[in-house]
């Protein structure tokens, strides 16, 4: 069986590029765990707060956004 050259580079080419699309979800769900976990962290930390009376973040801190839920900080 004789492969020829432009079959073995579009070969090596299509192997590359599953390499790379591999390695770029590998990192992508990396850092999306990462980020995960400061979220909770960050929720832990503002429970903690608020449970020793030390009160709620500054609303002057707030949105930007004119769709702002002022009292949540979350954008509609």
């Known amino acids: 069986m004789s492969v020829s050259l432009?079959?073995?580079?579009?070969g090596e080419f299509v192997f590359?590029?599953?390499g790379l699309i591999g390695f770029?979800?590998?990192?992508s769900t990396t850092i999306l765990a990462e980020n995960s976990?400061?979220?909770?962290?960050?929720y832990r930390v503002h429970e903690k707060k608020n449970?020793?009376?030390?009160?709620?973040?500054p609303t002057?801190?707030?949105?930007?956004?004119p769709r702002c839920?002022?009292?949540?900080?979350?954008?509609?």
Do not use: N, P
């Open 6 to 10: 432009s079959g073995k580079i579009t």
């Open 16 to 18: 590359a590029l599953l």
């Open 24 to 27: 770029v979800s590998f990192r």
């Open 37 to 42: 976990q400061w979220i909770d962290h960050t």
């Open 51 to 57: 449970m020793k009376g030390v009160g709620e973040a």
């Open 60 to 65: 002057s801190l707030s949105c930007a956004s």
């Open 69 to 76: 839920d002022r009292r949540s900080h979350t954008v509609y």
